[in-house]
């Protein structure tokens, strides 16, 4: 057999699943919580003693992970105007697998670099322009940000705006010693979306920068395992089941929602409309493949904004929402728990 272990860490539970990838057949599960207060891969130690307690081989088998433990992917965007560049800088970093946590638009002062500061991103996402237009703004923004690396932990930058102007921007990004990686502009023109060589850029960055830079682990062995963020993973699962899964070649349109500890995530491959592609309805043109966050919809760590929102669309009666809030608050504290105590 050719087995494989995956693995997901994520921000509550480490989970795992034992794979016979030669028939797709699932041999084995496991999972234990995240161990954010040791090394992380201790959860997955845990877990992969319990497949091998299923199956014997289970030792044998390579690893491949996934990984949203210690907040995930947290990206800011900074783009030209909120309606064009910064929306579309959104949808990408979106579809990348993360969370978007700050979006600027405009001339970048140094309020608007604090701002950007205090979001903590792991990764910003620099947008703006399409090629070979005005480059004033993306040129300010890289200057800016060079500036604010000179007081403040540097924090890699993705470039991908105006391409005619990207030379200029590593260059500026390099004398201040900022990480950066170029991409194609996600808005070559308007109302057309290219958001796949920013995702690959992303993927790559948070790979290279941020799963070693979040301390999660102190062995090798953890970076090397780990090929993406969760979401971003999760997405390209579901364009496989869209487009590539089985003989019919896919299952056509399909929607995924991920209920987490701390987000929920929708992931969705559709036809589009061609319609709904051109510029009678959008500036930043829709792309098959979204991805969305609802950043306080989860199960532990965001689960008493889950039963406040239930209570707000009616969905949770007066009376059982005391209950359900302990409950959340519960989790929330003890994200690792299973069950409510006995009485």
């Known amino acids: 057999m050719n087995l494989v272990a995956c693995v997901d860490f994520g921000s509550t539970f480490t989970k795992a699943a034992l794979v016979d990838v030669d028939d797709g057949r699932l041999l084995a599960t496991a999972s234990h919580r995240t161990t954010l207060d040791g090394d992380v891969l201790d959860g997955w130690e845990a877990c992969g003693a319990r497949l091998a307690e299923e199956h014997s081989d289970a030792r044998h088998a ?11 992917l947290r990206i800011a965007v900074v ?6 560049t910064a929306e579309a800088g959104r949808r990408v970093a979106l579809s990348s697998g993360g969370r978007v946590v700050h979006v600027a638009s405009g001339l970048l002062d140094a ?4 701002a950007l500061r205090q979001a903590a991103p792991d990764v910003v996402l620099l947008v703006g322009g399409t090629d070979h237009g005005n480059a004033e703004v993306l040129l300010s923004s890289a200057k800016a940000l060079a500036r604010g690396a000179a007081v403040a932990p540097v924090t890699p930058v993705v470039v991908a705006g105006n391409i ?3 030379v200029e921007v590593a260059a500026i990004l390099r004398d201040a010693e900022v990480p950066h990686v170029r991409a194609d502009n996600v808005l070559p023109r308007i109302g057309v979306l290219a958001p796949d060589s920013a995702r690959a850029a992303i993927r790559a960055v948070f790979l290279e920068h941020v799963i070693g830079g979040k301390n999660l682990s102190h062995r090798a062995d953890f970076t090397e395992i780990v090929r ?5 993973v999760v997405l390209d699962a579901v364009r496989l089941l869209a487009r590539d899964a089985g ?8 929607v995924v929602v991920d209920v987490g500890g701390a987000t929920t995530d929708v992931h969705s491959v559709v036809e589009v409309d061609p319609e709904d592609a051109g510029l009678a309805r959008q500036v930043v043109a829709p792309t098959p ?8 919809l989860g199960m532990r760590w965001s689960a008493p904004d889950t039963v406040a929102a239930g209570r707000e669309h009616g969905l949770v009666g007066e009376d059982e929402y005391a209950g ?4 959340a608050r519960r989790r929330r504290a003890m994200p690792a728990v299973r069950t409510e105590p006995a009485g």
């Open 164 to 166: 005619g102007a990207q």
């Open 62 to 72: 390579d690893v491949l992970a996934c990984s949203s433990a210690g907040g995930g």
């Open 289 to 296: 493949v979204t991805r969305t966050v609802e950043g306080d």
């Open 324 to 327: 359900l809030e302990r409950a």
């Open 228 to 232: 993406g963020a969760t979401p971003d």
């Open 111 to 114: 309020h608007r670099v604090e």
């Open 247 to 254: 003989d019919a070649g896919g299952w056509g349109d399909v």
């Open 79 to 84: 783009g030209n105007e909120d309606l064009v």
